[in-house]
């Protein structure tokens, strides 16, 4: 278990408590043990601009398409044979843009995600309906040509994600494996995250007053 990823959370929610504004406490972690994962299975698609939904249509990919520099064109699902990742996969033409839409409110996803060769910034931003809820950046480091795992929790639900690559014309090809999950508490950072909540309550209370 990761033992930073609740305390790291709780420091977040304290600051958001003496925040004038609401925003959502975003923790990354790149241990799996910190969540329940659920992998999202989706059907084998030829290169298109249309949304490809999960089986089950728990969540849907967005292209993005028209989005970035080069512009994010159209993707696959599929078992994509030059990918670093095992079995099915998303993969994108153009600047890696895309939405991920699920069809229910989420604290917590995660994904499996490989990058060729060169370094690339992402920014996610989480929205609960039309609402901006908050917003993180990871970077895709060496080792390339190898799959890595990411997970994102938040105290705030959320019902899309946008991902946007920011390094533009120097983007390498980069292929991704989507979880839904919920983050796992680590009984020693309990008492952190408590705290984190009552300071949050505390503020709210006497702004209430």
């Known amino acids: 278990m990761n033992s930073s990823f609740l305390k790291n959370a709780a420091i977040g929610l304290v600051a958001m408590a003496a925040s004038a504004t609401a925003s959502a406490a975003i923790v990354i972690s790149t241990n799996p043990a910190d969540f329940n994962l659920t992998a999202v299975a989706f059907p084998d698609t030829a290169f298109t601009t249309a949304n490809i939904v999960s089986a089950g249509g728990s969540v849907t990919l967005d292209t993005a398409s028209g989005t970035g520099n080069p512009a994010t064109t159209n993707a696959t699902y599929t078992n994509w044979a030059a990918s670093p990742l095992a079995g099915m996969e998303y993969a994108i033409s153009g600047d890696e843009n895309f939405d991920i839409l699920f069809a229910s409110p989420q604290t917590a996803f995660a994904m499996n ?97």
């Not at 899309?160 to 950072?189: I, L, W």
């Open 113 to 209: 995600y490989a990058d060729d060769s060169a370094i690339s910034v992402f920014t996610l931003t989480f929205f609960n309906g039309a609402t901006n809820v908050g917003s993180t950046q990871f970077t895709s480091t060496a080792p390339f040509a190898q799959g890595k795992f990411i997970g994102f929790a938040s105290d705030l639900a959320f019902n899309k994600v946008t991902v946007r690559e920011e390094d533009g014309a120097t983007n390498t090809n980069e292929y991704f494996q989507f979880y839904t999950a919920t983050a796992v508490p680590e009984p020693a950072s309990l008492a952190l995250l408590g705290l984190g909540l009552a300071g949050l309550g505390m503020i709210r209370r006497r702004r209430a007053g």
